[in-house]
């Protein structure tokens, strides 16, 4: 069946029929309706999926039939990068769909940054979802998640953010004026340029004394005592958008699969993501391979790496042995360790979405690797000089590939997507500290955080305000 009967099919259903969310712990399966809201199982408190009787909806034959829909770019819907596939999340009905124009991204060949990964030629790409609207990969889950607010009568949404989601649910809430956003964010861990877009936008800025962990902790329960719709990834619709992120990576690549996605970990939200859109397509038959997923910590911030590289915790057909996590964090707790990263997107201890990217990493035969701030701000400096500009988190990602091309886990010839998460302009004061000739300022941004030099550093020179002086030193230094 072609896709336009497809859209007019889904059109006349209510979503209800063929949506729902369910357990994902396979030994519990319990299901709810697409119309409740809820962040966890009924039964047992675990995460939950969104999920679909896919027997009714007419899913395309082919990938390559979604190229249909570029002609239907003067529609806002097909020319969001996330509802042009609204065929693989039919949550809502077409005619309730949200948009802000999200999704318009770039999958950059990078054969410099690709030198520097040690990859041959042709082989390194960048997903850089630094163009969405609000500036980061946020727009693509936010989307689905405001869309599913507003389609059960949300009037009021609020997350806990290291900066990058409470901008993009500040930036739906103003652009549409359809709710009222409230965010929590942790005490002098927000970068300046993620807070100013949250402050213009009017959102309800509430910042808390602790960390993005303990904002996380609080938001969950204030959303639930005030009847708040909580936006976070620990939110299934959320991670619906996301998996977007990689139906475009295909699309930029004709439709074949690549063998590596390379991505920052923080609360696990897009790597859980990739995985179950991977699993579908796979499911459906779309795809024939499954590429392998690597998340990248900082080290700062590396639960996942400890929990998976380090203590053996596997999703384990769905019996993952939790009690590993749990130990981790009391152990966190005793110690008093806190998550200390420069890159501040991704400085979270305690992962909401762990049990769905452990189901991930299986499925995709994963690997998890950390990262120090050296190695992410060093990456972030060759990004940028390739023309792509990143935030320090989205870095994380070049810097992983880099290590795992040297330990000979990724082939030279490999095909290897690396996600840029964020947008360079988020977070300019690590990156003009990197740059900067002040040593002073170089220290106090990031010595503590055990970043010693800057070796792709591009200096700004300092010149008297002197005609010659000026032209002597634009010809001895270009
Ligand atoms: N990169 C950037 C730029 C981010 O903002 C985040 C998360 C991540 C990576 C990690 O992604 O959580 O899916 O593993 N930022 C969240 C926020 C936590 O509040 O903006 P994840």
Redesign the pocket.
């Known amino acids: 069946m072609k896709i336009t009967t497809n859209i007019n099919s889904l059109l006349r259903r209510t979503n209800s029929e063929l949506a729902f969310q369910r357990c994902i712990n396979p030994f519990c399966g319990t299901t709810c309706a697409v119309t409740e809201v809820r962040t966890a199982c009924p039964k047992c408190g675990d995460l939950l999926d969104v999920d679909y009787d896919w027997s009714l909806v007419d899913i395309p034959s082919s990938l390559a039939e979604f190229e249909k829909h570029w002609q239907q770019r003067f529609s806002p819907v097909r020319f969001s990068g996330v509802w042009r596939f609204h065929e693989l999340l039919p949550f809502a009905p077409i005619d309730r769909l949200i948009t802000a124009g999200e999704g318009q991204t770039l999958l950059q060949q990078a054969d410099a940054v690709g030198r520097f990964v040690g990859m041959q030629p042709g082989k390194l790409y960048l997903q850089y979802e630094g163009m969405n609207p609000s500036g ?1 990969f ?1 727009d693509n889950g936010m989307v689905a998640a405001f869309t599913h607010a507003r389609m059960i009568g949300a009037s009021r949404a609020a997350c806990a ?6 901008a993009s649910l500040a930036m739906y809430c103003s652009v549409t004026q359809l709710m009222r956003a409230i965010i929590f964010i942790g005490s002098g861990k927000i970068s300046y340029g993620k807070l100013s877009q949250a402050l213009e936008y009017g959102a309800l800025t509430v910042q808390i004394a602790g960390d993005f962990d303990d904002a996380m902790q609080r938001v969950q329960e204030v959303a639930k005592d005030l009847g708040i719709y909580l936006v976070n ?1 620990i939110n299934p619709f959320r991670l619906e958008g996301q998996k977007t992120v990689m139906f475009r990576v295909l699309e930029a690549l004709r439709w074949e699969v690549p063998d590596w996605i390379v991505v ?8 859980s993501a990739f995985g179950k859109a991977f699993y579908e397509l796979y499911k459906l038959g779309l795809i024939e391979r499954i590429p392998r997923l690597a998340v990248i910590n900082a080290a700062g911030a590396d639960t996942l790496y400890q929990l998976f590289e380090k203590r053996g915790l596997r999703w384990n057909y769905g019996k993952p042995a939790m009690e590993i996590a749990c130990h981790y964090y009391d152990e966190l707790d005793r110690d008093h360790r806190k998550a200390d990263t420069i890159a501040s ?2 400085e ?1 201890n305690r992962p909401v979405n762990l049990k769905k990217c452990l189901r991930a990493l299986e499925f995709c035969d994963g690997v998890v690797r950390r990262v120090s701030d050296q190695e992410i701000l060093d990456a972030k400096a060759q990004v940028g000089a390739g023309g792509i500009g990143c ?1 320090p ?2 870095a994380a990602s070049v810097a992983g590939a880099r290590l795992l091309r040297q330990e000979g886990v990724i082939a030279s010839g490999d095909r290897v997507v690396c996600i840029l ?2 947008h360079q302009l988020k977070d300019p004061t690590a990156t003009v500290a990197y740059h900067t000739a002040d040593q002073d300022k170089f220290n106090e941004v990031l010595g503590s955080r055990g970043v010693s030099r800057a070796a792709f550093a591009n200096r700004a020179v300092a010149v008297p305000n002197e005609l010659d002086a000026i032209i002597k030193a634009i010809q001895l230094y270009s």
Request: aromatic residues 0%; neutral net charge; without cysteine.
């Open positions: 980061s946020k953010s290291t900066g990058n989601t409470s990834s920052p970990g923080g609360n696990l939200g897009n790597s997107a991704i979270i935030e988190a989205s998460t964020g």
